[in-house]
């Protein structure tokens, strides 16, 4: 399967940024509404600001600990009948605060990264057969017979990159678009194990880690003003810039797969 990829043309790799978001422009047209409503959705369910519940919750018993803690220095030899009570208090909340982290920690990997998957996947349909995509394409993973699969891929790539991060700030940043697309790859073939995921993505980003760092860097300004709207706008930048790393995407696989359609069955 990755030799379909690893072959390549003079011009495999020519791309510029106006290209790349010309055609997103393209993409999104007749679909931009309902593509936003998707990343809105997406953003629920993956953690969007107060949207996680385990993570509100723990963030809650964590305040209310760090506040039991000042008023316990300030009563540690002054109340011991109130110390007996606050001390077991302190300790539930620690543990509740744990427990809370923990659970968030599970559904971030169970829920969250297939979902993302999921999300490269609605865009690369809509890319390609835009009649075929529906918002339910989010969910594809957890459909595909190959769930299980995709969580092991985007853990590893997650904590690969974590432990890169540890070494330094720069190796992390390599390592980050080294597996750049591989929730892309994991999009279009649910069936692939993580060295080949992450080999294929390496040889797709091989030369151009730089010129995706910029691409990102290109849409800080459009976030910048979505902050003018108190965030409103900020799921309408998202979509552009989802669209258009999408077309990176196709533009960077090899030339017999650019024009590959989803395979029939898969919705």
Avoid: C
């Amino acid at each position: 399967m990755l030799s379909i990829y690893l072959r390549r043309t003079e011009d495999y790799f020519m791309w510029t940024r106006s290209e790349l978001k010309n055609n997103a422009k393209k993409a999104l047209k007749g679909t931009f509404l309902i593509s936003v409503l998707v990343i809105i959705l997406y953003s629920i369910l993956t953690g969007g600001e107060n949207s996680n519940l385990t993570l509100k919750l723990g963030e809650d018993a964590t305040k209310e600990l760090e506040l039991r803690n000042e008023m316990l220095s300030y009563t540690i030899g002054e109340n011991y009948f109130d110390n007996l009570i606050s001390y077991p208090l302190t300790t539930f909340f620690l543990l509740f605060g744990a427990l809370a982290s923990f659970l968030s920690f599970l559904y971030q990997i169970f829920v969250a990264a297939p979902l993302s998957i999921g999300l490269s996947r609605y865009f690369i349909v809509n890319r390609r057969a835009p009649e075929e995509n529906t918002p339910l394409n989010l969910f594809d993973t957890f459909r595909s017979g190959h769930y299980l699969n995709g969580v092991g891929v985007i853990f590893l790539q997650n904590l690969f990159i974590f432990l890169h991060f540890l070494l330094l700030i720069i190796p992390g940043i390599i390592k980050t678009f080294k597996l750049y697309m591989v929730p892309y790859i994991m999009a279009d073939h649910p069936e692939m194990n993580y060295k080949d995921a992450f080999s294929l993505s390496t040889e797709m980003t091989q030369g151009q880690k730089m010129n995706i760092f910029i691409l990102e860097l290109s849409f800080i300004g459009w976030y910048l003003l979505a902050t003018l709207t108190l965030g409103l706008a900020a799921p309408l930048v998202t979509t552009y810039r989802k669209a258009t790393v999408t077309e990176l995407y196709e533009v960077l696989k090899s030339p017999e797969e650019r024009t590959e359609v989803a395979p029939p069955g898969y919705f």
